[in-house]
């Protein structure tokens, strides 16, 4: 009874030893973690970040538009006098409701809509999310290397 | 075991009961639902409610009981129809705990009441709510089934 | 008397300086236990880190919660703050750096350091939270009880030294540091446990387990009130590594270096040791805890205390 | 008895996982009775189902269980699948079973962790299984391209085929694991106070386990023998050689080392999976309208239980009905059962043994 005891006793601090080995051999690898605002992560080939438009591809086909499952873009058109020529009136992205999903991107036929890599897009006003004129080249300046 | 096997042995215990034997399911009489249910239970083996749902069918309400059962790999689809007049359904909690919540879940989404329910609150929605929001015709003013983008308006 | 003031003065401020540093160790052992990091962008290594905490925290607004028992959640931090200040009196750095040589500083400090739970457990009852209420309860009832077994730990090694004097009791170990006498390595032991549980750390740390009780019993404190708990709490953890330094390992005492690097040495190894163990063990329960202190160590203590003091006497 | 005390567990809470409200009654450290209150999350993702097209919900099914979403959009899709009789390209069958089984394990790790957190060993464990995690979610963002909502799955295949050298990325995590499960073991498995806090605490029996509908790693913990992966085998799982842990008592402690052992098999069945995925083309477009009549209800193992669809379709692009069965809403309900009469350390750990996704159980 005593003896069992005794075991149970050593066991137990020997467990807590091997606990204690295993995070002192942690203590000298290398961080999993990066210095964040001076060190950045490449994003992958895949990455879907922000919604981006290449305005000139687009064939107003509105196939983005259908397949959004949050209705997070806008786009309206108007046609031109010879009844041939379309012209994008409206494209807008709402940030706010787009969930990164890429299907806009998948069913995209010409490639015109697309998912760039930014990541750190914050704005110093909430309605500016809202209406994110994708027709615009300077839609996200203010983003570190935010050029599309 | 086969859907018709079941129905053939349930039609055998409770001769009264009209059972309505579809290839998918059965569909049991309200006022039989929990005799079968016991049956099912003590007897041929269904240790549990694996799902219990509801369907809006415009003009009538489905409850959907998945029981199954362990020990013979079977999965029975139980479908109880009520009418809108009469929104309730005799509870299975006592005989199966797992349906005391969804029973629960589908009071508060679907208006359905369950009769003999231990603990009949709403689960997901707050209690001062007065709608259910999975009924087909529920509508609010801030309810929007999908926002229509603006390009297909016209 | 001046002399006096400016010991005092310069306790102070290595209280100060002590519990940044501490905060700062304490953040970067845990990152390089964790593959982490840790603070990097004020200073080398993020070394004045706590520096921007505490101008943080003394701009933050101080929330008085609604309902709360006023002078005693006013006061216990200062219940707190106060008595880990005191304890500094007679703690020898060095040969000549202590600001008193009471002849009954072991006794001294004892009494002192245990008065902190009477401000936790006020800080618990004044918060009108029930979070707090039990992390204070629960703190009561843990340093109560392990203050038994430190005290019995303590008096073998004042048995075995003769006196009470914290700087007689360094010079009692002039040949033989205490840790490496078998039946003070035990009480040793005792102690390092005992005081692990006194300064409320893993895996003792049942009156602010964070898991269950939010942060125990400075839920409601904000701003700087909540920074003198925090600077009570690392203070605290320095106390008690200071006195296992000067009872079990020879004080201020080595070879080469002056006493005073000696003495820090030592102190932070085992405040290392207790930051190591922080992060490496999960936490005891109540009733666990409790049953540990009254039925394993207190006993073990006791055993120690009569079989040693009889081999002493004869 | 004293004077009994209400706590107010959550919704913001360090260890309740999400938004989850406890209304506690305490009696002195004793909990008496615990009411739990959901819907702080609920988004009533059915009835979004009834208004989204079959391929427009499988983003949404990516924040049921925001840490398996690969399993809940290959739940989804399989049920749609089912519904619609679609066929699957057997690469694709290949692909899924691998992306699935490498989202349990992540999915464990985080359990793991989080468990670990909630016995108080501050973040040390929580750390090492995120960092391990973090090499699955690195891939799955190779093959996806995004890190947490994969919407990976679709409706008759996958949405791309996986980057050239995968496999041996595959490969070398698997040898990285292994090691790592070990320094698990010995960091928190046998450690004596992690096993005096969770041993024999919250015991859940058979029948009881049964009766309450609980499902997964906490039903196998209890001492069913039990998975559908074997037992009504979907994708190609009849293929691979895998064994399904049981825990002995049903106690928090099993419920813990079942997710370690269940790591252990999904490795292997990853290891088996990898070698034999066999060519052809697995991707699936995404602009396929589909529809159909019918009824049907499909159950997936996801990591924490059995994930039920179950669809019926009148011919829309909708679903009419779309209920989601989700594991962790059955596995909640027996928290109050299992707390009644323990500390609040306790509850605090039979609720992480539990291990619930609050994403999941409030939809």
Not at chain 2, 91 to 99: E, N
Not at chain 4, 33 to 62: V, W
Request: hydrophobic share 45%.
């Amino acid at each position: 009874m005593l003896l069992t005891n005794i075991k149970r006793i050593f066991i137990g601090i020997y467990s807590i030893l091997k606990g204690l080995k295993v995070t002192f051999k942690n203590m000298f690898k290398k961080s999993v973690t990066l210095n964040y605002p001076i060190i950045k992560q490449d994003m992958k080939e895949r990455f879907r970040g922000m919604v981006d438009l290449y305005p000139d591809k687009c064939v107003i086909c509105y196939q983005c538009i259908k397949i959004c499952p949050t209705a997070a873009l806008d786009l309206a058109h108007k046609t031109l006098e010879d009844n041939k020529t379309k012209n994008i009136t409206i494209f807008t992205f709402n940030a706010e409701l787009c969930c990164f999903c890429g299907f806009c991107e998948e069913i995209c036929p010409t490639d015109a809509i697309f998912l760039n890599k930014m990541y750190e897009v914050s704005y110093f006003d909430h309605k500016d999310l809202l209406k994110i004129d994708l027709m615009s080249s300077e839609k996200y300046k203010h983003v570190d290397g935010g050029v599309s | 075991m086969q859907n018709s096997d079941l129905a053939l042995q349930i039609k055998n215990k409770f001769p009264s009961i009209v059972l309505d034997e579809q290839p998918n399911f059965l569909v049991v009489p309200k006022t039989a639902l929990l005799d079968v249910a016991c049956f099912l239970k003590s007897e041929l083996g269904f240790e549990t409610c694996h799902c219990l749902t509801a369907v809006d069918r415009k003009d009538k309400m489905e409850v959907v009981y998945h029981l199954y059962s362990f020990s013979n790999h079977f999965m029975l689809t139980l479908k109880v129809i009520i009418s809108l007049d009469d929104l309730t359904v005799e509870s299975v909690s006592s005989l199966w705990r797992s349906a005391d919540w969804l029973e629960r879940e589908v009071f508060d989404l679907f208006g359905i009441r369950f009769l003999n329910h231990p603990d009949l609150r709403r689960i997901m929605n707050p209690d001062n709510w007065t709608d259910h929001p999975l009924r087909k015709d529920f509508k609010r003013e801030d309810f929007i089934p999908r926002p229509v983008t603006l390009g297909l308006k016209g | 008397m001046i002399s006096m003031l400016l010991k005092g003065l310069a306790a102070l401020g290595f209280i100060a300086v002590s519990a940044m540093f501490l905060i700062w160790l304490e953040r970067k052992v845990s990152a390089w236990i964790q593959n982490r990091l840790g603070p990097m962008m004020t200073g080398f290594q993020g070394t004045l880190q706590p520096i921007a905490d505490t101008i943080k925290l003394l701009l933050k607004e101080d929330i008085v919660p609604n309902g709360v028992d006023f002078i005693s959640w006013w006061l216990a931090p200062f219940f707190v703050t106060v008595p880990v200040v005191m304890a500094f009196l007679v703690i020898p750095f060095s040969a000549k750096w202590i600001i008193l040589d009471l002849n009954v500083g072991a006794l001294y400090i004892c009494s002192v350091t245990s008065l902190c739970v009477l401000g936790i457990f006020m800080a618990g009852w004044g918060s009108n939270n029930k979070y707090s209420l039990l992390g204070g309860m629960r703190s009561a009832a843990q340093i109560i009880s392990y203050e038994v077994p430190l005290l019995l730990s303590v008096l073998l090694v004042v048995m075995q030294a003769g006196t009470l004097s914290m700087q007689g009791i360094v010079h009692a170990q002039h040949n033989e540091w205490y840790i490496f006498k078998p039946h003070l390595a035990l009480a040793f032991i005792i102690y390092f446990i005992a005081a692990t549980a006194e300064v409320n750390r893993v895996p003792f740390d049942i009156p602010e387990a964070e898991s269950e009780l939010v942060a125990g019993y400075h839920t409601e404190y904000t701003g700087m009130k909540f920074a003198m708990f925090f600077v009570a709490e690392y203070t605290n953890m320095f106390i008690i590594s200071a006195i296992g330094t000067t009872l079990f390992l020879g004080g201020w005492q080595g070879p080469f270096l002056p006493g005073i690097v000696w003495f820090l040495l030592k102190a932070y190894g085992l405040i290392f040791l207790l930051m190591w163990i922080r992060w490496t063990l999960p936490r005891l329960r109540m009733d666990q805890m409790m049953s540990f202190a009254w039925k394993v160590l207190t006993p073990l203590a006791l055993l120690n205390l009569l079989v040693s003091g009889w081999f002493m006497v004869n | 008895m004293g004077e009994l005390l209400t706590v107010n567990m959550g919704p913001q809470h360090p260890s309740t996982h999400g938004v989850l409200y406890l209304e506690l009654t305490i009696d002195g450290e004793i909990v008496v009775n615990c009411k739990p209150h959901l819907g702080y999350l609920h988004r009533s993702m059915e009835k979004i189902a009834e208004n989204r097209t079959y391929i427009q919900f499988i983003p949404f099914t990516d924040r049921l269980d925001y840490l398996a979403s690969m399993n809940n959009n290959l739940g989804f899709c399989l049920t749609v699948e089912k519904l619609l009789n679609i066929p699957v390209t057997p690469r694709a069958q290949y692909l899924r079973v691998i992306i699935a089984e490498l989202n349990r394990v992540a999915s464990h790790l985080v359990a793991i962790g989080t468990f670990a957190q909630d016995l108080g060993a501050y973040a040390t464990a929580l750390f090492y299984t995120f960092s391990d995690r973090e090499k699955i979610v690195e891939l799955f963002d190779n093959i996806c391209g995004s890190r947490l909502t994969y919407n990976y799955m679709r409706i008759g295949g996958v949405s791309g085929d996986i980057p050239a050298g995968t496999e041996q990325i595959i490969k070398d995590f698997i040898a990285y694991e292994r090691k790592q499960l070990k320094e698990y073991n010995e960091l928190l498995t046998y450690n004596v106070i992690f096993l005096a806090r969770s041993k024999k605490i919250g015991i859940l029996s058979k029948e009881k386990a049964l009766n309450y509908g609980v499902s997964g790693p906490i039903l196998r913990a209890s001492g069913v023998k039990w998975d559908i992966r074997k037992e009504e085998p979907y994708l190609v799982y009849d293929k691979f050689d895998f064994d399904v842990p049981t825990g002995g008592v049903g106690d928090s402690w099993d419920r813990y080392k079942i997710k370690l052992d269940e790591i252990e098999q999904s490795l292997r069945i990853i290891e088996q999976a990898i070698g034999a995925i066999p060519e052809g083309n697995p991707v699936s477009k995404v602009n396929r309208v589909f529809r159909g009549t019918g009824e049907t209800y499909m159950r997936t193992e996801n990591p924490r239980g059995e994930l039920g669809f179950y669809l019926v379709a009148e011919g829309g692009f909708n679903p009419y009905r779309c209920k989601i069965r989700s594991p962790s809403f059955s596995n909640l309900s027996v928290l109050s059962e299992l707390i009644k009469g323990l500390n609040i350390s306790d509850a605090v750990c039979v609720l992480g043994s539990l291990d619930i996704v609050m994403g999941e159980i409030d939809r």
